[in-house]
Each structure stands twice: as C-alpha cells, then as structure tokens.
C-alpha cells in the first residue's frame, strides 16, 4: 500500500492541505495504521512544540494599527507632507539645489582619457633600441646596423 508522504501528513494535521490531498489522506487513515500512527505522532510533536513555545501576542494598538485599512497610507502620507514643508523652507530648498547642482557636476564632468598619454614615435623607437642592446642577442651585434647593411638585408 502507498503510505502518505509525511509533509502532506504534516500539513493535514495542520489542516492546511488542500481539499484532493485531504481526501486522499482521509481515505488512507482507515485502512493503514502506520500512517494512523505518524499522524498521532507529528500531532502530539507539533501540541509539545506549542505549549513549549507560545505564539507571542500583540498589544491592541499594534494589532489595531495593522488591521486598519490605511493605516500605511496615511503613514506615507504625513511624511512626503513634511518632506514637502522641509522643502519650501528657504535653507532647505537652497542645501537641496545645491545638493543636486554638485551631483550634476560631479556626474556630467569629462576626465581625460584613461591610459598612456601619447608619445612622440621618435622617443620610442630609442627606448625601444636601447632596450634591445641589454638582450642577450644584442651583444652579439653591438654596432648598430648602417645604411649599406639596410642594403645588404634588402637583397
């Protein structure tokens, strides 16, 4: 016999399985005892977790202030109220502008470009030689090549 799987046994002895699982729980008990006995089982677990840990209550005027319908809104509502009073202050528009003055300039300003600045072909093509006569290739060819060995390479 296929015995109910324990969360839908869990959630029917909390009665919050829906209505085809509470059937097909309810159809099952009778006929199977090992699964009468874990339902007993996960309800006397589930009375000792209860009466070791009572739910907290809430005070009335909590509960009350979660209960009322726009209770939220008329919350949100006072505070753009005195967001907006703030606003037309005179120091307070001025701190504001000036706030969103300084984030505009710090947003749109132009940075040069990142990486190496740009050097002259010439400066390079010297660092470039005198870095190559400290290989090990370069010691054998000290001399700089002439203009009659350009000549000779290009044949």
């Not at 159809?27 to 589930?46: I, T």
């Not at 037309?88 to 190496?116: N, Q």
């Amino acid at each position: 016999m296929n015995c109910i799987e324990r969360e839908v046994l869990s959630a029917y002895a909390d009665g919050e399985c829906v209505s085809s699982e509470r059937e097909t729980v309810e159809k099952h008990l009778p006929a199977c005892a090992d699964c009468r006995a874990r339902l007993a089982e996960l309800r006397a677990l589930k009375g000792a977790v209860a009466s070791a840990f009572p739910s907290p209550s809430l005070s009335p005027a909590l509960a009350r202030a979660l209960l009322e319908p726009g209770a939220r809104r008329r919350g949100w509502g006072e505070a753009l109220r005195a967001l907006r009073e703030s606003l037309l202050r005179p120091a307070a528009g001025f701190a504001f502008a000036a706030a969103a003055l300084a984030l505009g300039v710090w947003f749109t300003r132009v940075d040069e470009p990142l990486g190496a600045p740009e050097l002259p072909v010439e400066l390079l093509l010297c660092a470039h030689e005198d870095y190559a006569r400290t290989l090990p290739l370069a010691a054998r060819e000290a001399a700089p090549l002439s203009a009659d060995d350009d000549e000779a390479a290009d044949d």
